[in-house]
């Protein structure tokens, strides 16, 4: 009888399969101490994004901390935790894109997934 471990449920895990569901891939990037989705690179793309290529960046933070971490390679730890998602367009320009508290994922990879397939990506 063979044993098994279920997965942690990083919110790297939770957000990818949430995404997986909308046939999106995320790609980690981490610095610093702190950790991140890129969403909307070419299936199969082992680098990641430069100008010139829109995606979306997700992670969650706690607005309410002193602390400036980002995350996406712990569970999401509380009440307070969000999601928050930044648009990269091809000139490179960030803007926030959707922020909602973590129970709330859903919104955020569909404002993910309409902003990639719209045409200011």
């Known amino acids: 009888m063979s044993s098994s471990t279920a997965p942690i449920d990083t919110a790297e895990h939770i957000a990818s399969q949430a995404l997986a569901a909308w046939e999106?891939?995320?790609h980690t990037d981490d610095d610093a101490g702190n950790s991140w989705l890129f969403i909307g690179l070419p299936q199969g793309a082992d680098a990641l994004p430069s100008v010139g290529v829109p995606h979306v960046v997700l992670y969650v933070f706690d607005p309410f901390s002193d602390e400036d971490e980002v995350m996406v390679d712990r569970p999401p730890s509380?009440?307070?935790?969000?999601w928050c998602?930044?648009?990269?367009?091809?000139k490179g320009v960030q803007r926030p894109l959707i922020t909602r508290p973590v129970a709330q994922l859903t919104d955020c990879v569909k404002a993910i997934?309409?902003?990639l397939n719209s045409p200011q990506a």
């Open 85 to 90: 998602a930044v648009s990269v367009d091809s």
């Open 78 to 82: 509380g009440p307070c935790d969000h």
């Open 24 to 26: 999106l891939s995320a």
């Open 113 to 115: 997934a309409d902003w």
